[in-house]
């Protein structure tokens, strides 16, 4: 199922970007859940584009309407689906490129796949939009997991080799968290945030564009949660974070740094603190042994290739025609598309949570 | 499901490190598929403990049995089950940790997983024994993908910051792919190769471990497999190579260093080759655009950490008694994972193209 | 997944009685396949409330929109999903039935499996209109197998003892079953049929209902479709039938008949035919050995109880206040689900055979 | 996947009739819970060859090994595997027939879906000793059930139109249950009994078998365990009984007779017994509404064909030289599958309601 992600809950994202609407159909939530459908749309709205030049001018204002699963206030237990209506699409911008494959892009590989029939308008199934309702699934699951504590944060860690304070991962507090999902561009340290703004706006009037790499961390998953070898808390997590446009890597804890360290400096030691709670000194292992969460912060970072669409002159083919051409790709594209992506990797990563919470005894 | 992927194929792996067997059960194998046994031996072969020092002295013969969905030769297209018995158990050496948290293991989060009812000894389901059968089937898978002209190759690319020469993203040839499988420190330069073990008996000596990456290379697989979204390649072979143990990080083509460059640099202009085919003059998109391979050779880099057991003293929990201990971890263990997860990324690669080979038109 | 069927195709359909829309989402459908919308209102209509007094009198024009994964009169491959907006609700009759337990209804088992925050307003997700999102999967499957030559037919086998004309289970041609389709009240003997609309009729007026069967047969599926034990036809035709509100009992062939017969007699003996085909000469196995189609029609039969709403005066209990009280079920009902049903039974079928069709060579 | 059942609990049979083992990969089964093993060889001792002439002369002693997931006495919560040996084999008989088809058999359409590859000797996977590893299955989910006080019993209800006293639906105890197991020939009225079997034999006798059905009650499930459409009780269940071979029919409650009933006949109305449980005054419904359990003990009924493999000459066709033959199958069969398909049923049943208990609060 392409577009389906299934285990204790499921969801199916579907439409294409210039279509009626986009949507998602959830199955499996718990039924009694309240959901805030204003803090919905605030989860939503971090995911808009910004005003301040660092994406796309286009903008969507992306309301969901919820048709099914929800009533007084609450989830029902049954399908939770809601659409988003598509209004600002220019397509005139694009369907003149539809026989030239984008470098970077979908085109040709989706138009193989497809053998010719996907919708090419706005890069169709394959576009960006389609993780708003990624982002309505993400919000409704964030919901459910913070009424029991535990609560999912982002930052931009690095935009083109600038680097962010990284999370501090034994003392991030839900305060941390949920100050940063106020900030316009979420950054721990807001001075390098301004010059990762800055080179933003300078990718964008180069016609070009900046790559980065997101931070997660998710606080106060209780010990035990997850499964070993295919179950675990980095594959679900993993399955889903593949699932965003752009996504180029993926580490947990130390990650990639974990390769370069000895097993005595990368180990973290076990020891029962204050509160008689088994914790370890350091968390180089990100919350996570053997796919189970060990009740340390889950940590996590995303590396976001710089945006495809650039509007410089570029190589490409006609995949129709099986001959060379040049490209200059108009219309309006973020120059980077980290800022966006901060809510979809939350989403993600609040979605597998829930998942598998679900088998946490008395959730 | 814990030990159990599925997809358009699926397959189990069971077993504990002391138990009577470990083995796979697959689901979905086509039928009519010549299956070497002989082939399938030097695939496992490569997983055995090395004789060069660089890993642990634990010697089973790890000759997988067939049990079903086998005749004449050829897969039958019934569950194809292979068992492997356990031969070489040293239980001794572990049972007297049995209440101790190995730092870096998931003593303390199966325990709490499987509320203390999982097996303790070697690890369990836990062990990296399971990988044996994780190996079985991808050898399987790989000759089914070589009739095809499909090659998945690896080596080592770094231990402990010692770095090998990379694979060339556009030129690596199915015979490059064959030399290094039959090489027993699987690296590309082999003065690179001496460095490392040398550093790994070194870790050795010292009572300690060392971490690495491997990368990975799959050479010929046609343009067009593979699905947008959540059944993309990224997906699945994300979700499998976080089923190997200590696994913390995986990238596909510039992965991490994506993050740091211009569009322009990063994006793969296309062109039509002598032959007329659409290929790409760089490869930083790792052979996958849009969950959708593009033709080009697929490329993955996996970061491990250093192995958690080591014998020097660490600060540890006894999580029955929830007091503060010492532990010293006696019993053969590999000072570094990286030369025998070689074969364990080649496998799950290979059975994740399998899997999305499976749609192919003709296959 | 309470209201997903998953397998090589995926569909899960959505939404309440009283919601604001009801709907499906279909998941691998294959790409650039035609769908006649008008021929999908066609299939729809037949699960309309029919004009002939034996159905309800609610008259919702059910009219799908599609929103996603057609584009150009042709699917795209990615998911199709369509919306049924509820436009004739008279929440007023139901309301006040709230908390007691209506006999025959999921009510009270409703109640408890969502822990009473399921929408109850007309039956909510467990509402007989959720078979109208059934039937639009079903009759964009039956367009797709169609092409290929396969069609499903359905009739009224039984209302009430009154017994229609069998289905010639060798026979019977795809004239035959287009020319079902066109009937108001579909059954191969119209004389019969008109016994049985007097006798709805007559158990409406004595504010009593009446169940039946349901007859379906597929031609020209190819032999070689299916697979044993848990992935057969009748396996997924099973699990999907039984997914149809009212079901009480399915038979593949012969059915329970075959139960009482001798293996001499129930044993269809093969023989190859003028064309050079393998046929039987009898069809008692109903066109499926081993879970595999043998390229003989597919027969089965479905029983439907009687509608559970009757308005007469019925004992239940309060299972708010856990008392014994009466209830008198008013509103718009059917006295007889069975015509009703006929399309949704061949919307199920249609939808497992073109699942299985998908493995078939040259699909 | 074939052979494989995958929902909350999942499991995969394995093997061939005449290979070296058959067997069962169970994954998710809960850990912690005391597995008796010589009550698992009591319920699939029940499934073995009958020494009253009524089955075949074949005597495996099908004693399983398991090899995973159990561990002093318990189940660990990783995949459960057991295989049974095969060590009575004929092959012999079977081999001269490879290329004929039998009718009644799947031969012809197993060679068409595995394109000849499959194991023919003794019906390879499609054989009803697949059924071994389902009883395995089955005995461990019976067991876990039990001690939550669920008790699934079958009996015969029915040979070639002998019919034995039907389950009282509504008072059947767990003592009854319990006393049916222990019967060489489970049925409850021994005198109809008598005569089955005097029926069976002289099937035999005469070169023919019989068939039969099975009758299956489940009590003290707790109510609101299921769910609506495609997940509940009825669909999991009909999942797995059309995998057991020979099954042509099933029905839950009045099941086709419901279709024969007035609604005002079938509804059972709920009272609030002495208890002060909600329950029904009838059972028609069969204990399940919705898809959901009601707390009433739930019925179904299964029916069986007579077994294929006859003696007396039949016409049949050589499918790999496409022309007319005649057929008389030699080897050992049973006359009548039905005594041996009682713990099929149960197993199968045993296996659904512990898939959905797993989601019952506080399991």
Same sequence: chains 1, 2, 3, 4.
């Avoid at 285990?7 to 959901?35: L, Y």
């Avoid at 988003?84 to 085109?107: F, V």
């Avoid at 199934?125 to 982002?135: K, N, V």
């Avoid at 001959?323 to 597998?352: F, L």
Wanted: glycine share 10%.
């Amino acid at each position: 199922m392409s577009s389906t992600w299934s285990n204790k809950i499921s969801f199916s994202v579907f439409g294409e970007s210039h279509g009626p609407a986009i949507g998602v159909c959830m199955d499996n939530v718990p039924p009694g859940e309240s959901i805030d459908l204003e803090k919905i749309m605030q989860f939503m709205a971090r995911r808009a584009p910004k005003k301040d030049g660092t994406t796309t001018a286009r903008s969507e204002a992306d309301m969901p309407q919820i048709v099914s699963g929800y009533f007084n206030g609450k989830t029902t237990g049954t399908p939770l689906t809601a659409l988003i209506k598509n209004t600002d699409q220019h397509s005139g911008d694009y369907l003149k490129l539809s026989k030239l494959a984008r470098p970077g892009h979908a085109d040709y590989t989706g138009a193989l796949r497809y053998r010719g029939f996907s919708d090419p308008r706005g890069g169709g199934h394959f576009s960006g939009r389609l993780t708003a309702p990624l982002c309505f699934a993400g919000a409704v699951a964030a919901q459910i997991l913070e009424k029991r504590g535990i609560y999912v944060g982002t930052h931009i860690a690095e935009i083109h080799k600038i680097k962010d304070d990284p999370f501090d991962p034994i003392k991030t507090s839900r305060e941390d968290i949920i100050a940063l999902r106020s900030r316009e561009f979420p950054v721990i340290n807001e001075k390098k945030g301004k010059l990762m703004i800055a080179d933003i706006k300078k990718a964008k009037e180069c016609q070009d564009s900046v790559g980065g790499i997101v931070e997660c961390i998710a606080v106060n998953v209780p010990a035990g949660i997850g499964s070993p070898i295919f179950d675990g808390l980095e594959n679900s997590i993993a399955h889903l974070i593949f699932g965003i446009p752009a996504v180029k890597g993926l580490e947990f804890g130390a990650g990639f740094n974990a390769a370069r360290m000895l097993g005595s400096e990368n180990n973290d030691e076990f020891y029962v603190n204050d509160q008689g709670h088994v914790v370890t000194r350091t968390n180089f292992h990100g919350g996570i042994l053997g796919g189970i969460s060990s009740g340390m912060p889950i940590t996590l970072r995303v590396a976001f290739k710089p945006t495809p669409s650039i509007s410089r002159p570029q190589e490409t083919v006609d995949y129709s025609a099986m001959k060379n051409e040049t490209i200059a790709i108009k219309g309006r594209h973020d120059p980077c598309v980290v800022p966006r992506a901060v809510p979809c990797v939350e989403a993600a990563v609040n979605i597998a949570l829930l998942n598998h919470m679900l088998d946490y005894p008395n959730f």
